[in-house]
């Protein structure tokens, strides 16, 4: 993509040296100039069109199409790419084991990687005015011949059906005419119903359906291929793929068959280290309806209860703003190198806008600045502001995210104000150190509990502690019982048991299979566990084990064959005295482990302050003379990537 951005900065050079001779920019005039040698075959395109007065509107899509053309790009070696796709398309249509599949994927990407399949050109510099004639009137003819577009007026109809294509990368071939047939299913029986036979939603969902049929197979989403794909038919052939895969796959076979369609996503989940993207339909009624390519029809729920900081629509039309930003700034975060975007924020969510006074060092410095949101090592810069007047003011922000204010440069981001969160009732909360009010931390995690976490919480629901001086534990002492659903890490205290006992264990509640991820017994407090010989409950399989409770790596699970009557713990050979037993429940690896070095860092407006690293002896750290008021992370130095910013205060946590 690097030299995507390269070539970008070249486009807005051009039309910048272009636009500066006029009062009033003609996007059309600097859109042929920028064409250079292929202008004729653009102007070709609107002379065609122009002669008929019957084809007022198709002259005016050439027009959209045309003036909004520079800075869409295609691969440059064609039948490079080509090869690439057919050796794909090969190894998929091949009956492979899943694992064996992906290998076979890995190596073609690695043959074919190289300048010969990196080198980019732009759209306006190579577009066929045949190629240009042949997407119009394809697009025209669904349009205004076709049965699910006939609420679409002509303005939506230049975004929802009208590009050449959805994606950059995306071949100039036509994709139109193959991918028309593709996904039929039973979309031709629907204009036999009076209700159905104009309905973009009942279309949209038979399509939608066939796709999630694609998407059953239990096979590995991203981070496979090195090379993207955005060949139509190899992504309709491919057994996984990415969020994006799928939705440039619904929206090329969609808008083929003239149902319209659109992609939005969000650049930076405010609460995890991803970005997403989905599809927008507009149906019958004018609105938008929101689903997810290859996981949800339109209209059903999807990620119906994430915070999003920041929403846009990926567009054909230039965004002019944005575009502005790149002409007055040399250095610019990835997400606003594409000015094919516009932001559709509050069509998702009550929003706020933002006002922040430029602290005077910075003043006459910068032009624009930035909301970041975290992303569990770094600030990503998810929305712009210009600054007037010695304040920024950034609109349609979504709450209950922590935002950073920053500037860009050339070596990253710039901090310049406090974190702060807008919340529900669009109070704003700013957020910086007061060492002289400091506060002892105890933190348990180093991230938020997922809904992964939560759905296994009850497996130690009702589960003993029992401790016995005969092997079978038929003298065996109830120590303690978990009272309730659990899915952080907890601490047995054992302060009023005064007798040793040889034999200790944990015995799982009914229809839990003794679900635990780790078992701590300590015979002093503050020191490392103590161990002994392993005993309970065979477990039912080679990596559930009972072993697993005690090797140390809270992501081993301990799970016996059998939803009832599972044990595990430890034979001592001689009786001890027990001073406390820690556990952590099945989970996602981010509780605090005993062995694990961990860190706190406190924020203290310019950048991470680190309060210490420490060696956990057991499930928890206790941080003293922190100072209030700020945010913090956790960092484990020995294992896993997950971690996020919190607040805390009056002793609760609160993750961002």
Not at 94 to 116: F, H, P, T, W
Not at 139 to 159: K, N
Not at 564 to 580: N, R, S, T
């Amino acid at each position: 993509m690097k030299t995507h951005f390269i070539q970008t900065g070249l486009v807005l050079l051009v039309l910048l040296a272009v636009s500066c001779q006029k009062q009033q920019p003609d996007y059309l005039e600097e859109a042929l100039q920028f064409a250079g040698a292929n202008r004729p075959e653009l102007e070709k395109v609107l002379a065609h069109y122009a002669s008929d007065p019957n084809d007022s509107l198709k002259y005016q899509s050439a027009v959209f199409l045309i003036e909004n053309m520079p800075g869409h790009y295609s691969y440059k070696n064609a039948e490079y790419l080509d090869a690439y796709y057919h050796a794909l398309d090969t190894a998929v249509s091949l009956d492979y084991d899943k694992e064996v599949n992906k290998s076979i994927i890995e190596r073609i990407s690695a043959k074919y990687q190289g300048n010969k399949i990196q080198e980019f050109v732009w759209d306006s510099q190579t577009l066929t005015a045949d190629f240009l004639t042949d997407n119009i009137e394809r697009a025209y003819a669904v349009w205004i011949g076709g049965e699910w577009a006939t609420h679409v007026s002509f303005v939506d109809f230049c975004e929802y059906i009208l590009p050449y294509k959805g994606t950059e990368l995306q071949p100039l071939d036509h994709w139109r005419e193959y991918a028309k047939g593709m996904l039929k299913a039973d979309l031709d029986t629907l204009h036999f119903c009076d209700k159905y036979k104009n309905s973009a939603y009942q279309a949209a969902t038979v399509v939608s359906k066939e796709i999630i049929r694609l998407n059953q197979q239990d096979f590995p989403f991203g981070g496979i291929r090195s090379i993207p794909i955005k060949n139509i038919k190899t992504l309709a052939n491919m057994p996984y793929g990415a969020c994006e895969d799928y939705s440039v796959l619904a929206l090329a076979v969609m808008r083929s068959k003239g149902i319209p369609v659109m992609e939005d996503f969000t650049p930076q989940w405010p609460f995890q280290p991803q970005s997403h993207a989905w599809n927008i339909l507009l149906n019958n009624r004018g609105k938008n309806m929101i689903f997810s390519a290859g996981t949800s029809n339109p209209g059903e729920l999807h990620n119906p209860d994430e915070k999003m900081a920041k929403v846009f629509r990926r567009t054909y039309a230039i965004n002019r703003e944005v575009m502005a930003i790149q002409r007055a700034e040399k250095h610019l975060p990835s997400t606003f190198k594409n000015y094919f975007i516009q932001d559709v924020t509050d069509e998702y969510m009550e929003t706020e806008e933002v006002e922040i006074k430029i602290p005077a060092e910075f003043k006459n410095k910068y032009k624009y600045a930035y909301l970041a949101v975290f992303n569990n090592r770094d600030w990503v810069p998810v929305h712009y502001g210009k600054i007037k007047g010695g304040k920024v003011k950034f609109e349609k922000m979504g709450k209950m995210c922590m935002y950073l204010p920053v500037f860009y440069d050339e070596q990253g981001i710039v901090p310049f104000a406090e974190p702060f969160h807008i919340a529900i009732r669009g109070l704003v909360k700013r957020y910086r150190p007061v060492p002289a009010n400091s506060l002892i931390a105890t933190i348990y995690r180093k991230y938020f509990i997922a809904g992964h976490c939560y759905e296994v919480g009850h497996r130690m629901e009702g589960g003993v502690f029992e401790a016995s001086n005969r092997a079978d534990f038929s003298d065996a002492v109830t120590i303690y019982q978990i009272p309730r659903f659990t899915v952080q890490s907890g601490t047995v205290r054992l302060d009023t048991l005064d007798k040793p006992y040889r034999y200790w264990r944990y015995r799982g509640p009914y229809d839990s299979y003794c679900n635990v991820g780790e078992l701590y017994f300590y015979r002093n407090a503050n020191e490392a566990p103590v161990y002994g010989r392993i005993i309970g409950t065979q477990g039912s399989g080679p990596t559930n084990m009972k072993e697993v409770a005690f090797d140390g790596d809270p992501l081993s699970l301990f799970n016996t064959p059998t939803p009832l009557g599972g044990w595990v713990g430890m034979d001592f050979g001689e009786p001890v005295k027990i001073d406390h037993i820690s556990y952590t429940p099945r989970g996602d690896g981010n509780d605090i482990t005993p062995g694990d070095t961990h860190e706190l860092l406190y924020w203290d407006g310019h950048g991470w302050i680190s309060m210490g690293q420490k060696q956990a002896t057991d499930i928890k750290l206790v941080y003293e003379n922190v100072p209030a008021g700020t945010i913090y992370q956790i960092r484990n130095h020995s294992r896993g990537n997950d971690e996020r910013i919190f607040s805390y205060e009056n002793g609760e946590l609160t993750w961002w």
